[in-house]
């Protein structure tokens, strides 16, 4: 069956109408309708079997609906045949205008295109002069045929940059200065090729192509800005050069080849750059200094010369002098006008080979230009040193040695240093040349073997043999020393190894082992320690007995801290001011004994007047008791302390108690606190004794 979409009649419209072979036009049969959209959008008359669409459909929303149709007994309801299925089809009507789904569209065409989807009306289209263009785009139905519908849409065309501009230079000829004392890798000036192109195509790379400072300067590309940037390449010389001119040419990095026609990419210019005069400092003949000296050099001779100038046209005098941080010892001095440099104190290679100053060069015109140069002074050796003994020696001599054995060999050193090495000779004094103990050999590693003459040496006879050498070199002027060799005689085994050399010559006469003597020394030793406790023990016994007992407290000394008046005493008397004046200056009045001089009586102070400060009455009265030798007792010490108000526990002091020792109860000291309780303990003790 087939139903119109959007109809929209004043009464249901007729779908079609369903019968079966079994009415016979009676009204025992119905008609059921079931499935899609039955009974709300399509609706049966079950006497006559006419279906109806209630409802306006619209095929863009759903095109067909299937439905089941029965024909059953309308007083049983049994059905009569088996159910049919049928399916009824929307049909579309021109009901929807044509749309652009993805409208307004955007699109981009390379300028100078000459074949696009939308084609260009005008050839040669140049993105400089228009970027943007809008179109409007219409499509309708039914092949453009009257009654059709249609839509529109806008189309924005975006022409893209191609590289069809070279770059070009703002001016043909550029003008900068630049101090000749501009460190290298500072920029002197900037450059810029303008490109109508944007982005990659605009790119332009700088170079120096002509001109006479290629070597000097350099120009780089700034890749933010597109600036071509020229730096020093070399230190500059306003003396020297005072200008210099540069070809620079800029060139576009992205060449398009289809646009190569178009003639070059690429733009020159020229830079002139003038050299400016600057002060600069003294500047000297070599960046280095190496000097010779001997080490014998006179005082004040002249070691070597240093040589400055200043590079300015005005060419400044120049004054050298020595950085003493680098010569702390004043070994040289410099002659301010020319500068050579003179030795001030004497060298000696072997304790200082090289010396490294610093020479100043400062302009007498302007002394804030100043140059520093290393000098390196190497001192030279002479022979000022005579060779002696590498380390004391000391041979051993076996008592059954054999004539010509070798002792002892020995070796020499000399704190000089030839050019040619080291070559000692050795000898014996004159007067010993004929030595009947001992003779020498010179081996060929420069060094020394003593040997002995003849066999039968004795501890006993003579335990020690004493061997002066001479030692000679063969510097210029030659130097020699005389170094004593100590030959011990021992007694040693039979395969030549040292057992005894002097302790056992001794002790063997008498009959006494090592042994021996180790208990013997043993002996004397507990006897020393025996003596030692016996003395501290007697000692002990004399010393008086001490009494310990801390709760004997006749003669102790009991130390408490006296507690303030806390957070609330704000007016606590400052016990600096309870200080003897006289003590704080280092005097100190006797008051252990009676003063030899007799000072008249004092003079009785006026009544106090009510109201007085407690505080300044007792500074007063302290003041006077200082100052007063003759006033008694001579064995005292007097304390005033200021307690201060606010303290919880109330005062300690006696002085504001009406009644008599005697008289008071201190039992209250034990509900103060952990802090009062040893002092509780103590007048508790007291009371107790009085009682009993």
Known sequence: MFVLEEFSGPEPILVGRLHTDLDPGSSKIKYILSGDGAGTIFVINDKTGDIHAMKRLDREEKAEYTLTAQAVDRDTNQPLEPPSEFIIKVQDINDNAPEFVDGPYHATVPEMSVVAIIKTALPNMDREAKEEYFVV????????????????????????????????????LYHFSVMEDVAVGEPVGRVKANDLDIGDNAKSSYDIIEGDGMDVFEITTDAQTQDGIIRVRKPLDFETKKSYTLKVEATNIHIDPRFISGGPFKDTATVKIVVEDADEPPVFSSPTYLL???????????????????????????????????????????????????????????TNMWHNITIVATE??????????????????????????????????????????????????????????????????????????????????????????????????????????IISDTGNPPMSSTSTLTIRVCGCSSDGIVQSCNVEAYVLPIGLSMGALIAILACIILLLVIVVLFVTLRRHKNEPLIIKDDEDVRENIIRYDDEGGGEEDTEAFDIATLQNPDGINGFLPRKDIKPDLQFMPRQGLAPVPNGVDVDEFINVRLHEADNDPTAPPYDSIQIYGYEGRGSAAGSLSSLESSTSDSDQNFDYLSEWGPRFKRLGELYSVGESDKET
């Open 292 to 350: 010779e000296v001997h080490e014998n050099a006179a005082i004040n001779s002249v070691i070597g010369q240093v040589t400055a100038h200043d590079p300015d046209v005005s060419s400044s005098p120049i004054r050298f002098s020595i950085d003493r941080h680098t010569d702390l010892e004043r070994q040289f001095n410099i002659n301010a006008e020319d500068g050579k440099i003179t030795l001030a104190t004497p060298l000696d290679r072997e």
């Open 137 to 172: 785009i219409q499509a309708k139905d039914m092949g453009g045929h009257m009654g059709g519908l249609s839509g529109t849409t806008t189309v924005t065309i975006t022409l893209t940059d191609v590289n069809d501009n070279p770059p070009k230079f703002a001016q043909s």
């Open 364 to 469: 007498t015109r302007n002394h804030s230009q100043v140059s520093r140069v290393p000098v390196a002074i190497k001192v030279l050796d002479v022979n000022d040193n005579a060779p002696e003994f590498a380390s004391e020696h000391e041979a051993f001599l076996c008592e059954n040695g054999k004539p010509g054995q070798v002792i002892q060999i020995v070796s020499a050193v000399d704190k000089d240093d030839p050019k040619n090495g080291h070559y000692f000779l050795y000898s014996l004094l004159p007067e010993m040349a004929n030595n009947p103990n001992f003779t020498i050999k010179k081996n060929e590693d420069n060094t020394l073997s003593i040997m002995a003459k003849h066999s039968g040496f004795s501890r006993q006879k003579q335990e020690v043999y004493l061997l002066p050498i």
